[in-house]
């Protein structure tokens, strides 16, 4: 390990990297429960910023790993148990202090969110992903959270189009909004682009009260709750005025062609093959383009082709454009709402499994 050293490893387990600042014990005999590693853990680091107020921290990684035992006394902590589950736990304990030791403060849902990462066996780190900096500003620095997160974010610098496909709260706008912002920022482009369909979910446009602009607003709303979080407020309204930023539906697309932006698709389940093929013939030079949405959540009239569906076996196989595909397990909202996610979906493979087939007739 990098920072926290544990004994050895168990043959077969990840090999951490050689420690620099701690001491390492040899396992000792556990009775018949398995091995027992001593991590000491360097005196620089606080234990109550390591393990949370009242061992809260310590209380995570326990029921993450039911084949381990942990102790504390001082700063060491002594694993006992099965050979794999304390090489992760071992892991875990040095990602734990590297996130710590960047002044980066633990919670227990980054906790638990690491020790999934361990037992995927990437090749990286969760401190790496949990430490990573998309954008800083009001007092707030927004990261990624998962790896799949983290991947999409990279993807977004390394390709022109980027496709983020995944359920809701998985972050694909908010990351999408704060990388917009940092080019910005960093004058890499000089103007955000943002659009959405302006399709129903089930009320109609019609019967909204206001203008053409004030019953297509609701639509875009989250958008510019996005551009809120990361800016200082009084600042867009002026942005917005002289076109630096662009909060505009899809169809206002048709007929432009984009240069130097950074430009965003945002629900683009609810586009039509002809608008995705619109909207991203819209791409001019020095631009980038992001296209996020759910297929599963589509508004589109019952038997339509979604074109964020459609577009997938189109364009997959072009070298400058990437499709990042989230799951349940990256969403960031409440932990119900991973679990409703994975609810529908197996409602709905049950549904499709109980769909008779139809027979040709002759």
Excluded: W
Excluded at 320 to 326: E, P, R, T, Y
């Amino acid at each position: 390990m990098s920072d926290a050293q544990p004994s050895a490893n168990p043959a077969g387990a990840k090999q951490p990297s050689p420690t620099q600042s701690g001491v390492g014990q040899p396992p000792t005999g556990t009775g018949g429960r398995g091995v027992e590693h001593r991590i000491v853990v360097p005196s620089s680091v606080p234990m109550v910023a390591l393990l949370g107020a009242n061992d809260e921290f310590l209380d995570v990684v326990e029921a993450q790993f039911d084949g381990a035992d942990l102790h504390v006394r001082g700063n060491e902590i002594t694993v006992t148990g099965d050979a794999a589950e304390v090489a992760l736990v071992e892991s875990l304990i040095d990602e734990m202090v590297t996130v710590v030791r960047t002044g980066q403060g633990l919670t227990a849902d980054a906790v638990v969110r690491s020790a999934q990462m361990l037992r995927e066996d990437t090749d990286e780190r969760p401190a790496d992903v949990l430490t990573m900096n998309v954008l800083s500003g009001r007092g707030r620095t927004i990261r990624p959270k998962t790896l799949n997160q983290k991947r999409y974010v990279d993807a977004i610098d390394q390709h022109t189009v980027v496709f983020g496909i995944g359920p809701a709260g998985t972050g694909k706008t908010y990351l999408a909004v704060a990388k917009a912002v940092q080019a910005l920022q960093n004058k890499e482009v000089s103007r955000i682009i943002l659009t959405r369909p302006a399709v129903e979910a089930g009320e109609r446009l019609g019967y909204l009260p206001g203008t053409l602009y004030e019953k297509i607003d609701p639509y875009l709303r989250p958008l510019y709750d996005a551009l809120h979080d990361m800016m200082d407020p009084q600042a867009i309204p002026r942005l917005m005025t002289q076109g630096t930023i662009e909060v505009a539906p899809l169809a206002y697309m048709r007929g432009r062609t984009l240069n130097d932006a950074f430009v965003i698709l945002d629900e683009a389940q609810n586009t039509s093959p002809e608008q995705m093929k619109m909207f991203l013939t819209r791409l001019g030079f020095n631009s980038r383009m992001v296209v996020t949405g759910d297929v599963t959540q589509t508004d589109l009239p019952s038997g339509s082709t979604s074109g964020l569906r459609q577009v997938q076996g189109i364009l997959s196989e072009l070298d400058d454009v990437s499709f990042c595909i989230l799951t349940s397990g990256d969403v960031v909202r409440h932990h119900l709402v991973s679990e409703i996610v994975d609810a529908y979906h197996r409602h709905e493979g049950a549904q499709a499994q109980a769909k008779p087939k139809r027979t040709s007739k002759r």
